[in-house]
């Protein structure tokens, strides 16, 4: 099984990154973790697409995702919504082909250091990443980062570990 993971932020110390690479290495000890810093894109638009088409970051970036049997990615955000440099990227990358998704199979995460642990930006995704033929295997959102995660560890409080594994588990029996 072939799995890349990102973090959907352009943050050096995303908390989205290290949970979506932990749980990454959970389901596929070679799975490569992609930073979104590595991707750099002009702000979209149609005139600009015009003048320059599509910039190579953004084919690199679709031929990573595409190769890949399992996509993990944890959704940061930013005032209920995707952040500025995910949603650039989707901007640029969904302009290649309307199912930009299809058949991909993705385990959908979010966290956050509030109570609510990203559910803006994942209920936002649960909607808007089928309608490009994405497949959702599973998704799961953590609240309170920093009290309910470890590096080494994982997570920490008994009742979202329990629900986690569950999920991971669930994953490595959809992708046998």
Same mark, same amino acid.
């Given at each position: 099984?072939?799995?890349r993971?990102f973090? %959907?932020s352009?943050?050096?110390? !995303?908390?989205n990154?290290?949970?979506?690479? #932990? +749980? =990454?290495?959970?389901l596929?000890?070679?799975?490569?973790?992609?930073?979104?810093?590595?991707?750099p894109?002009?702000?979209?638009?149609?005139?600009?697409?015009?003048e320059?088409g599509?910039?190579?970051?953004?084919?690199n970036?679709?031929?990573?995702i595409?190769? %890949?049997?399992?996509l993990?990615i !944890?959704?940061a955000?930013h005032n209920?919504? #995707? +952040? =500025?440099?995910?949603?650039?990227?989707f901007?640029?990358i969904?302009?290649?082909?309307?199912?930009?998704?299809?058949?991909?199979k993705?385990?959908?995460?979010?966290t956050?250091t509030?109570?609510?642990?990203?559910?803006?930006?994942?209920?936002?995704?649960?909607?808007?990443f089928?309608?490009?033929g994405?497949?959702?295997?599973?998704?799961?959102?953590?609240?309170k980062?920093s009290?309910?995660?470890d590096?080494?560890?994982?997570?920490?409080?008994?009742?979202l570990?329990?629900?986690?594994i569950?999920?991971?588990?669930?994953?490595k029996?959809?992708?046998?």
């Amino acid at each position: 099984m072939k799995t890349r993971a990102f973090g %959907a932020s352009s943050s050096e110390h !995303s908390i989205n990154k290290r949970f979506a690479h #932990y +749980t =990454a290495l959970q389901l596929d000890p070679k799975a490569e973790l992609l930073d979104l810093r590595d991707f750099p894109l002009p702000v979209f638009s149609v005139d600009l697409e015009k003048e320059i088409g599509i910039p190579p970051e953004a084919r690199n970036f679709i031929s990573k995702i595409k190769s %890949a049997d399992l996509l993990v990615i !944890s959704l940061a955000e930013h005032n209920g919504s #995707y +952040t =500025a440099a995910f949603k650039n990227l989707f901007d640029w990358i969904s302009r290649t082909e309307p199912k930009l998704f299809a058949g991909m199979k993705m385990l959908l995460l979010s966290t956050s250091t509030g109570q609510r642990g990203g559910l803006g930006v994942m209920e936002a995704a649960l909607i808007r990443f089928p309608i490009h033929g994405a497949d959702i295997i599973a998704h799961f959102s953590l609240p309170k980062f920093s009290e309910n995660f470890d590096e080494t560890d994982g997570i920490t409080n008994p009742e979202l570990r329990s629900t986690y594994i569950e999920i991971l588990s669930e994953v490595k029996e959809i992708m046998k």
